[in-house]
């Protein structure tokens, strides 16, 4: 089993920028990559970044160049960098860690103001 811890959510304004973080935990051997989603009030959960074990990276098509995933393997976290924010960027974000399964943490919510 893996655990997910995520924080850093809160209230900014618009063009500002939070940084989320994810602890991970237990059998963390087992994990190959990790990865942030968001699901907005009414919509479905998506795919907003990923790093695999070695560090490659991928991105939603309407973050880039604004979001930056990053990970410590000496301190099993994940973070995810998220500058320019917009309105549109306001959902509950959740770490996703995959391996022989998937394990989500318990999500903290980004709410960006105009």
């Known amino acids: 089993q893996v655990q997910l811890v995520e924080s850093g959510g809160g209230l900014v304004q618009a063009g500002g920028s939070l940084k989320l973080s994810c602890a991970a935990s237990?059998?963390?051997?087992?994990?190959?990559?990790m990865n942030w989603y968001r699901q907005a009030p009414g919509k479905q959960r998506d795919l907003v970044a990923g790093?695999?074990?070695?560090?490659?990276?991928a991105y939603a098509d309407s973050v880039k160049g604004r979001f930056t995933i990053s990970r410590d393997n000496a301190k099993n976290a994940v973070y995810l960098q998220m500058n320019s924010l917009k309105p549109e960027d306001t959902a509950v974000y959740y770490c996703?860690?995959?391996?022989?399964?998937?394990?989500w943490g318990q999500g903290t919510q980004v709410t960006v103001s105009s």
């Open positions: 996703n860690a995959f391996g022989t399964k998937a394990y």
């Open positions: 237990g059998s963390i051997f087992s994990i190959n990559a």
């Open positions: 790093i695999t074990r070695v560090g490659s990276t």
